[in-house]
């Protein structure tokens, strides 16, 4: 009879038959459960092979994924972690063929096939930058980033080649990301950029871009940009620099006229910088020009917003030899937060004053000021970073530091918010800063963090 139902496609017969067959004739049983898989009606299979105590077993796995069943797929790996290459790798491929590429990379993690999620995160970027979707490109090599950290920090391999790698991909992230703006300033002559945010944008990528060349990114548009807005802000100088700089490129034809004018009447202004515009360094108060990405003096790297780009008034410090992270953490959550700072508020003129009198340092300056002050002065002519210990560590106010906890081998980076007043932030996924309000604006907007896309549970609930 079976025969006759499985030659005539009876499918419903053949269940029903199933269902009135003893457990114990599993040679039967496991006939129909074949023959209904063989039929397409995988849904009456799994009944079948139910029946006969193979729910949990490979067999059912792969009957699963035939029939696409990934839900109850997913289920029996929870239960059972080993299936786990036998579900997401073709769950991945089933993903690739429905173009959900960025699902499609992550369950070949899971499935133990990194090299193929490279593979796929490579043509997603790749295809970013052909259509010209540049966040997305900065948000795909952020991923490839982040799989080259994870390479190192799972599996051990603490590769120079490998961790140089992450960083590249990171600062590929980060320019795309940045150029989407350029981009849109571009081509769209209605995008809501502000003057300040345009100027900011276009002197971090054209220090990025320096001496690197990147697929879609033109070097052409980040000076057209700059140029523009520093004669807007009045920041001749450097306009004239920058037109300097252009007219050894190669100048889009729509764009000539703007580079022959502007660079004949930025000769009738004066050779100098707005000064609001001049980049102050927040740890030798020193000015600098508006498009160094560090301080001159003490050579201090400047930190960005990255959603404004403007320089956050943040000091990196490092933690004294013998002094471990989780030492670190539990003594920055212990400080006294009663201790006199060296910001000593005027309430009549709302101003912050600082106190450079060495005899009363201990009564007027907090350690951490008193090394800012003294260490800044570089007598090597390069970068020297603040050393903290113990009580230093006590001192500070906890709600003025910000930790960067990255995975190992990497190491944790400890920053000092040197203005209470103005708030910063930074994403725990990607480590990027940003002026608090500015975050919590994008976050509550978009869902996640506008850098790497990561929900963000502090503020998203």
């Known amino acids: 009879s079976i025969d006759i139902m499985v030659h005539n496609c009876w499918t419903q017969m ?3 038959l199933g269902r009135r067959t003893d457990k ?14 063989k039929l397409g009606d995988t849904e009456s299979a799994v009944e079948i092979y139910a029946k006969m105590g193979k729910d949990m077993g490979p067999d059912m796995v792969a009957l699963h ?7 109850q797929a997913f289920i029996l790996v929870e239960k059972n972690p080993i299936f786990a290459p036998l579900v997401y790798l073709p769950y991945a491929e089933w993903l690739a063929e429905n173009d959900n590429f960025v699902e499609a990379q992550k369950a070949f993690l899971k499935g133990g096939k990194p090299e193929r999620a490279f593979q796929v995160l490579k043509i997603l970027t790749e ?3 052909d259509e010209q979707r540049f966040q997305d490109a900065g948000y795909y090599y952020w991923l490839l980033s982040r799989q080259y950290l994870n390479i190192v920090s799972n599996e051990g391999d603490k590769s120079t080649e490998i ?7 990171d600062k590929y992230a980060a320019i795309y ?3 989407n703006a350029i981009h849109r300033y571009m081509e769209d002559p209605f995008m809501s950029y502000q003057p300040e945010t345009l100027f900011n944008i276009s002197r971090f990528l054209m ?9 879609g990114i033109s070097k052409f548009a980040i000076l057209y940009s700059l140029s523009k807005q520093a004669l807007n802000m009045r920041a001749f100088k450097l306009a004239r620099q920058i037109l300097t700089i252009i007219q050894k490129l190669r100048i889009p034809t729509k764009y000539q ?12 202004k004066p050779f100098h910088d707005n000064e609001d515009l001049l980049s102050m360094c927040y740890r030798c108060l020193t000015y600098n020009s508006p498009v160094v990405q560090a301080c001159v003096t003490c050579h201090h790297k400047f930190i960005f917003s990255f959603i404004k780009f403007e320089i956050l008034p943040l000091i990196e410090f490092q933690l004294e030899d013998g002094i471990s992270d989780l030492d670190a953490l539990k003594l920055i959550h212990s400080s006294n937060h009663e201790k006199k700072s060296i910001e000593n508020q005027d309430p009549s003129q709302n101003v912050n004053t600082l106190i450079l009198d060495e005899e009363s340092q201990d009564q007027s300056i907090d350690p951490f000021t008193y090394k800012l002050i003294n260490e800044g002065k570089n007598e090597e002519n390069t970068y020297q970073p603040i050393i903290v210990n113990k009580t230093t560590l006590q001192s500070m106010n906890t709600n003025s530091i910000i930790v960067c906890k990255w995975p190992k081998p990497l190491s944790y980076k400890y920053y000092r918010n040197l203005l209470p007043g103005f708030l910063v932030t930074n994403c725990e996924k990607c480590f990027k800063m940003f002026h608090s309000d500015e975050y919590e604006v994008e976050v509550l907007r978009q869902g996640y963090c506008p850098f790497c896309r990561t929900m963000d549970r502090r503020i998203v609930k």
């Open 207 to 215: 220090n990025e871009t320096k001496n690197i060349h990147l697929k």
């Open 24 to 37: 114990a004739e599993e040679t039967i049983l496991n006939r129909i459960g074949d023959e209904l898989r």
């Open 14 to 16: 053949l269940l029903e």
């Open 163 to 169: 961790i140089n790698q992450f960083y590249l991909y």
């Open 177 to 179: 990301y940045a150029y």
């Open 65 to 71: 994924v035939e029939a696409h069943n990934w839900d």
């Open 257 to 268: 006229d703007y580079v022959d004018l502007a660079s004949l009447s930025i000769r009738a």
């Open 127 to 129: 295809n970013a930058v």
